[in-house]
């Protein structure tokens, strides 16, 4: 065999173990976590629109509301009430989609975010916080909390812990 033979069909080995390891990244991901990643990457561009302040706020707390009435009818109805909760609790998170999902940032980072679950195919819906969330306590402390349900005690206890957040 001559050198440049070798050579050719090395890089073309090399070439289909990239290509099998690509397509096996690629199908690591779920359905739902790809069109969550594709519901992102339309945020994103959104955001890079021009308009002032204002305009992208309100835009965005519309696309917000939006999704929450597209949700199957408890994630909405949890998903209405939380939106609530945390207006009236936090008022300086502005409301934003975040991997398709209701989320709230302060200074354009995520603090508290709400999970359908109808979205991932899951036995209940998930309100969680990001690492920016004041909410250290100890050496550990929830991070997110599945929902079934919500009660009064239930916002009661999400306003609370929104409040803490923010602090």
Not at 99 to 116: E, I, T
Not at 143 to 160: H, P, S
Request: with cysteine; proline share 2%; charged share 35%.
């Amino acid at each position: 065999m001559t050198n440049t033979r070798k050579t050719a069909e090395k890089a073309t080995a090399k070439t289909a173990d990239k290509t099998a390891a690509d397509k096996t990244k690629a199908e690591g991901f779920t359905a739902e976590e790809r069109s969550a990643m594709k519901e992102r990457a339309k945020e994103v561009k959104a955001s890079a629109r021009r308009g002032s302040r204002a305009e992208k706020a309100a835009e965005e707390e519309a696309a917000v509301v939006a999704k929450i009435a597209e949700m199957q009818d408890s994630d909405r109805d949890m998903a209405e009430r939380i939106h609530a909760v945390v207006k009236e609790s936090a008022p300086e998170l502005a409301p934003k989609l975040w991997y398709g999902m209701p989320a709230y940032a302060k200074d354009g980072k995520v603090v508290c975010f709400f999970q359908s679950a109808q979205k991932f195919n899951a036995r209940y819906a998930t309100f969680g916080f990001n690492d920016v969330a004041n909410l250290d306590d100890g050496t550990m402390w929830p991070a997110a909390y599945a929902l079934k349900e919500l009660t009064a005690a239930d916002e009661a206890r999400i306003a609370e812990l929104v409040k803490r957040a923010v602090s």
